[in-house]
């Protein structure tokens, strides 16, 4: 599968975004999708995992109650809706998808799909 993010920009503080990945291939469903971020000169982090039919969701504890992972299936793509955003979100937020495992998983290094990343810049 081919990934591709969009939705990302420039908002201030306390604002919203909402993050799209458009994914390529007829096997979309296939694939559990996950949200990662990476901010200048920090790891990357697990920001929220969907599972393959989107009945299950998993989020960073320092998102929790502000952001909400869903998919669309018959359109190939997750989403990432971003509320109250902080300035120390501020990074790039890159789509990742795998068909292993039974239930999504947190770390990088199980995702063998990734987009290209869309920045994210929240002002204070």
């Known amino acids: 599968v081919q990934l591709q993010a969009s939705g990302g920009g420039l908002v201030q503080a306390g604002g919203s975004l909402r993050l799209s990945c458009a994914a390529s291939?007829?096997?979309?469903?296939?694939?559990?999708m996950a949200w990662f971020r990476q901010a200048p000169g920090k790891e990357g982090e697990f920001v929220a995992g969907i599972s393959r039919s989107g009945g299950s969701t998993y989020y960073a504890d320092s998102v929790k109650g502000r952001f909400t992972i869903s998919r669309d299936n018959a359109k190939n793509t997750p989403f990432l809706q971003m509320n109250s955003l902080k300035p120390e979100e501020t990074a790039v937020y890159y789509c990742?998808?795998?068909?292993?495992?039974?239930?999504?998983?947190?770390?990088?290094?199980?995702?063998?799909?990734w987009g290209q990343g869309t920045q994210v810049t929240v002002s204070s």
């Open positions: 291939g007829r096997t979309f469903s296939s694939y559990h």
């Open positions: 990742a998808g795998t068909t292993s495992g039974s239930y999504v998983n947190t770390h990088r290094g199980a995702y063998e799909y």
